[in-house]
């Protein structure tokens, strides 16, 4: 099984303490209104967690894909909606790996106060970024930035965004460029739309419209490495998202387990019934493959190693998918009443359905997967053939 430091056990009983205390309070209100509750950022940053990924000199812990993955994980087990509004792993991997020493003094302060989000799916690119159609065209000293977003998480909360545009759509992946926008000095910048969703009520989905958005050429990210950058944001968000996918299972199984115990037919507890007792078990060796396999991928990833794309999607893939697959068994467990608002289960099903399409859907995550092993199985064969 995964060795984690007492360090990080320390700081996944104390994330998951803390939300258990402060967030689960939040769930029914978020599920009635839909808007983000605002002692949630207040929350994070009270905690250190918004500085998470950040640089120690500029106030953060520094800490690794595997430190934020159990973060995560631990949150989503109390609301995965709740989870969204640290979005802000985006723009802050970005600057720490991408940005100058005074991008990063400049946008890290604003990050940590308003949070933050990437901002790179659009109608017509979605998966392949290579279609994006916001442009960017340098003036001199600065781009105007005309476009629109589409599903970005935490839109509607976010001081800062970083922008994927294009400065030559005809050039697919060598155009691509990142922008970080301060919303302060973004006139014609607005969020035009929440999208209404089946899940993650009390998260912000928006859609992001831009026009001629004047924005610094200071704030360009990476140049023309831009298409490279958003490969490592997404080795190091695939983690995250199965970090999430795998605490919203084990909160499904737990709480199915819990009923099963508890609940009584015929005489007896319905945990008894093969046809429960199976299923269960059946949930709770799923999630705990899902567990080794993500923190595989996160510790692959902290460690820069040559299956970094490969085991992120991996693990991206078949925890969201069984995050899916536990969750909705979790509701036939409880029979009627997981249909119900009056268990968490229905919710946690129908939130589990945003994982398999966030971060690249997961048939995308297949096809990075089968693109990796004919890439390695090549060269095995060329070493054979040498």
């Not at 993500?294 to 902290?302: L, M, N, P």
């Not at 029979?335 to 859907?361: C, N, S």
């Amino acid at each position: 099984m995964t060795a984690f430091t007492p360090e990080q056990e320390l700081f996944a009983d104390t994330v998951f303490n803390v939300a258990r205390d402060k967030i689960t309070p939040l769930v029914p209100r978020m599920e009635d209104d839909d808007r983000v509750p605002p002692e949630l950022a207040d929350l994070y940053r009270q905690m250190g967690w918004l500085a998470l990924l950040v640089p120690e000199r500029f106030g953060g812990s520094e800490a690794g894909v595997t430190e934020w993955t159990l973060m995560v994980e631990q949150l989503a087990r109390v609301s995965l909606a709740a989870v969204q509004v640290l979005e802000s792993m985006g723009p802050i991997i970005l600057l720490r790996y991408f940005g100058t020493e005074e991008q990063q003094a400049r946008f890290y302060p604003r990050i940590i106060e308003s949070t933050g989000c990437f901002a790179a799916t659009e109608p017509e690119a979605g998966s392949d970024i290579a279609s994006i159609r916001t442009t960017a065209v340098d003036k001199g000293g600065y781009f105007v930035v005309n476009g629109r977003k589409q599903f970005i998480g935490n839109a509607g909360e976010s001081g800062v965004i970083a922008l994927l545009v294009t400065v030559d759509s005809r050039s697919k992946t060598k155009g691509l460029r990142i922008l970080m926008v301060d919303r302060n000095e973004a006139a014609g910048l607005s969020v035009t739309r929440e999208e209404r969703k089946m899940g993650l009520r009390g998260a912000s989905l928006g859609e992001v419209t831009l026009d001629d958005v004047e924005v610094p050429v200071s704030n360009l990210i990476a140049g023309e490495r831009a298409f490279h950058a958003v490969q490592v944001l997404f080795d190091m968000g695939r983690p995250s998202a199965a970090g999430q996918a795998v605490g919203v299972a084990r909160a499904a199984t737990d709480y199915a387990i819990n009923y099963a115990l508890g609940r009584h037919q015929f005489g007896r507890p319905v945990f008894d019934f093969q046809g429960v007792s199976f299923t269960l078990a059946n949930m709770a060796m799923n999630v705990e493959a899902a567990r080794e396999l993500t923190y595989a991928a996160a510790a692959e990833v902290d460690r820069g190693g040559p299956r970094r794309t490969e085991l992120s999607s991996m693990a991206k893939a078949f925890a969201t998918d069984v995050a899916m697959s536990v969750t909705t068994d979790a509701v036939q467990c409880l029979g009627a009443a997981g249909y119900t608002q009056d268990h968490p289960v229905e919710r946690m099903m129908r939130d589990a359905k945003a994982l398999q399409i966030f971060v690249g859907t997961n048939q995308l995550q297949r096809m990075i997967i089968a693109r990796e092993l004919r890439q390695r199985a090549a060269g095995a064969s060329a070493g054979r053939d040498a």
